[in-house]
C-alpha cells in the first residue's frame, strides 16, 4: 500500500482553505512585517491564501506581486475585501 506524499505548499494551501487559519496566518505575516520591514513575507502570505480560499492561480498572483508589478495598498486591500477581510488598524 503506498501512500501519496503532499509536498509543504500544498498542506499549507489545504490549510488556509479555512477561514480562522487564514486570518491567523495573515496576522502573523502582518506582525513579521511590522517588526522587520519584510513586505515581501506579506505578500507571499497573501498570496497563499488567496491561492487557497479564491483559486486564483499562483501564476496570476506572482505577476500581480512580483517587484515589477509592485503591489498598491488598494491592490492589497481589494485583494483583502475580496477574500472577506480588510485592513484595520490597532492600538500597539
Known sequence: MSKKLRNHE???IEQLQNPEMAKAYLD???EEYEEDGDLA???EA???VAQARSGITRQNLYRD?????????RT?????HNLGYRLSVQPI
Open 10 to 12: 500544498e498542506v499549507v
Open 28 to 30: 502573523v505575516a502582518l
Open 41 to 43: 513575507f506579506f505578500l
Open 46 to 48: 497573501l498570496q497563499n
Open 65 to 73: 506581486f512580483s517587484p515589477e508589478g509592485n503591489p498598491e495598498l
Open 76 to 80: 492589497i486591500s481589494l485583494i483583502l
